[in-house]
């Protein structure tokens, strides 16, 4: 039970990862370099389309990876299940805090228009989702290693 709850953790966190990686190196940077209207219109439609799709996802990660450390309990370097699951719950607190304001309003850029500081936003958020992307990135290390160890 322990090998399949980690494997099943794995699966979902590590595709997590590297969507969200392709945001914050590829997607946004693209963005970046487009006219502000296509900029916009970019940005928009993204956070929209994964904003609706990340808030399970994330839930499905954290609740795997809290199952993954609790038949874990008791097993040499267990610990390392924990860790993975406490910065999870980190980066699921820091979205909902932080990045879903955000990502909310940029949403809605497209029906309820752009404001004056749309930039300073897409900063903020940008500078907000590498910090997460730091935070799942470490969680992803602790779990692939507890895991395949």
Known sequence: ??????????????????????????????????????????????????????????AASLIATMIW???????????????????????VAMSIALLVPINKRVASWLTAGVPADWKQQVLQWDRLHYARVGIILAAFAALAWGVFR
């Open 1 to 58: 039970m322990e090998q399949l709850s980690g494997m099943i953790a794995v699966f979902l966190v590590g595709p997590m990862v590297g969507v969200e990686l392709s945001v914050g190196l590829v997607v946004n940077p693209a963005a970046g370099k487009l006219p502000a209207e296509a900029a916009v219109q970019l940005r928009s439609t993204t956070a929209g389309s994964l904003g609706r799709i990340m808030p399970f996802w994330y």
């Open 69 to 91: 450390a609790t038949v874990s309990w008791g097993q040499p370097n267990a610990w390392v299940a924990g860790v993975s699951a406490v910065l999870l719950g980190i980066s």
